[in-house]
């Protein structure tokens, strides 16, 4: 009853901006329902001045809400399959992360960009858009405003990747008899799975290939989302260990636990498939995971200060379009060099 009282009221509020956010992402989305989300909480805390009674509820479901989140993306990989046909993506993924990690870092130090928006922004770029900030906020205790700026700015290239790199891949000359190349080049230089999805599907359709594009697109992106494991991991030991001396370091307090149940949640699933259990019964789980996002967004654009996000928006912007070009090109040069196309 004391969790109710406490919390319920701001949870009800998020659920309730939550529900039409979902539906609305779900007709357009390239877009999606998280950015929908956070959109919406933004624009109503703009006129909401008293959230005292509401704002425990808020704060709760933007962390442990998230974090409930991310284990369920767990539900959503069937890491025998990842592990077998990502194989050949697998140099890429790990040189595109590399990259738009470094170059974030090297923003950082040359536009004096906040440190966790500067994270934020280059494992949203290198690893899986929403989710991958999503599983490392917690990990180094983001607040809202660098979430929703995080988010605003891979949401801005997700859209431009889904219009022009069907475009670019033309003209580039990749293989249309096959959707392999294009397929991989989606797979791990766009960042969020809805963008990806779109820009495989257009070049499917553009060259009759059926699904094969997206098919291939969507197994790399699978793999490159199991990065957010080791890249959680090592942010976690990283904070823990500037926060603390050395000998006082705990492994167990650093250890961010919901990452540990993601994985659990992955190995259970894969288990599962293995022994017969159809892939489709995880299904409604991985659908509550992308609804529970949503909901987390909400809470964090609640949480958030327009007018700061606007006067701050630029660096961050050019964070992202450093990261963007430079995963785009190390993924073109790879596959060159791996005869990819």
Known sequence: MNFINKYGKGILICLLIAIPSWIIGKMFPVIGGAVIAILAGMIIAMFWNDKKSSEAGIKWTSKVILQTAVVLLGFGMNLGVIFETGKQSLPIIVCTITISLVLAWVMKKVLKVPSNTSILVGVGSSICGGSAIAATAPVIDADEDEIAQSIAVIFFFNVLAAIFFPILG???????????AFGIFAGTAINDTSSVTAAASTWDSMWNLGSATLNKAVTVKLTRTLAIIPITLGLSFIRAKKERQ???????????????????AAIFTTVC???????????????????????????????????????????????????????TIVSLVMQHVMRIW
């Open 170 to 180: 033309k003209e580039l000359g990749l293989d249309t008899m096959h959707g392999d």
């Open 246 to 264: 050395a000998s006082n370091f705990s492994l167990k307090r650093a250890f961010p636990m919901f990452i540990l149940y993601f994985i659990l």
């Open 273 to 327: 498939v293995n022994l017969g259990v159809d892939s489709s019964v995880f299904a409604p789980l991985k659908e509550l995971s992308k609804f529970l996002i949503i909901m987390a967004m909400v809470a964090i654009g609640l949480n958030s200060n327009v007018i700061q996000l606007i006067k701050t928006g630029g660096k961050p912007i050019a964070v992202g379009a450093t990261c963007w070009c430079g995963i």
